[in-house]
């Protein structure tokens, strides 16, 4: 049953601020998969990544994912979440997948914490570079792309409710 509303999208667009304030509108629970990542890890998401390399990281991300059993709940997952095809396929059976879409712009002035942040991304690379990279696949999976563009929280939540009223 996909009753579970599922955020994905690039970090900054505020897929987890966004996902309580959504959750308490809808009277729903709320989970955010980097706490769970970390909860069982006992580690900041940063500390995984430096400690374990970029591809153990995405492999723990998928496999936590992947094992989603939830429903009434909206899911803020981490940007990458997207590379794990197992996770991906998984939430898109069990919710509503909700791409929260941002310019290249906005996410870099939101996103000022690069490395304490925990971004799922390749030594040397841009944030433009993850931008690139990751948009057609935040695309691919998305059942809603929500435009949050110049909107507030508020009215992202009411932009994702009003999408989510027609499935």
Do not use: W
Not at 59 to 76: G, K, Q, W
Not at 109 to 126: C, E, F, L, Q, Y
């Amino acid at each position: 049953m996909k009753n579970n509303i599922v955020l994905i999208g690039m970090p900054g667009a505020g897929k987890s601020t966004v996902g309580v304030l959504l959750a308490k509108a809808m009277n729903y629970e709320f989970l955010d998969t980097d706490i769970t990542i970390q909860k069982e890890n006992d580690k900041k998401l940063f500390e995984i990544i430096n400690e374990k390399g970029l591809e153990e990281f995405l492999r723990i991300e998928n496999d936590v994912l992947a094992r989603v059993n939830t429903s009434n709940t909206v899911v803020a997952t981490g940007g990458s979440a997207i590379f794990g095809k197992e996770a991906m396929e998984h939430l898109k059976s069990i919710g509503h997948v909700v791409y929260i879409r941002l310019s290249l712009e906005e996410i870099i002035r939101r996103v000022s914490n690069i490395k304490t942040r925990g971004i799922a991304m390749k030594k040397g690379k841009t944030m433009e570079d993850v931008y690139r990279e990751r948009v057609p696949l935040y695309e691919k999976y998305a059942d809603i792309v929500v435009d949050a563009e110049n909107t507030t929280i508020e009215e992202a939540v009411e932009k994702i409710m009003k999408a989510c009223e027609n499935l």
